[in-house]
């Protein structure tokens, strides 16, 4: 599976943004968006199964929101009032199999190239 991540940028605090991540292959399981920030570790951010089932990090939870289109084979992170502690690449990641927990990157067997997030003061 080769994922496609896009629709990072710069932007201000309060501005949204909306990033995509496109899937090569149908069936995958989950998708899931993680971010790494200068100088810090990879965290979670946000995944969302074939059925729709969701889980967000609560620094995102009630900004954020995660979609995706199983016909598009496209996953979807709309970020509302961002702020500047939410800078960093955002990685796209999918499993295509069943596996439980969801928010920790270690049940993800494929990797996106990351888009940079920058939110300015």
């Known amino acids: 599976v080769q994922l496609q991540a896009s629709g990072g940028g710069e932007v201000q605090a309060g501005d949204s943004l909306r990033l995509s991540c496109a899937a090569s292959?149908?069936?995958?399981?989950?998708m899931g968006w993680f971010r790494q920030a200068p100088g810090k570790e990879r965290e979670f951010v946000a995944a969302?199964?074939?059925?729709?089932?969701?889980d967000l990090s609560d620094s995102v939870e009630g900004r954020f929101t995660i979609s995706r289109d199983n016909r598009r084979n496209t996953m979807y992170l709309q970020m509302n009032n961002l702020k500047p502690e939410d800078t960093g690449v955002y990685y796209c990641?999918?499993?295509?199999?069943?596996?439980?927990?969801?928010?920790?990157?270690?049940?993800?067997?494929?990797w996106g190239q990351g888009t940079l997030v920058t939110v300015s003061s």
């Open positions: 969302v199964t074939s059925g729709g089932t969701t």
């Open positions: 292959t149908s069936g995958v399981y989950v």
């Open positions: 990641a999918a499993r295509r199999n069943y596996g439980s927990g969801i928010s920790f990157a270690k049940i993800y067997t494929y």
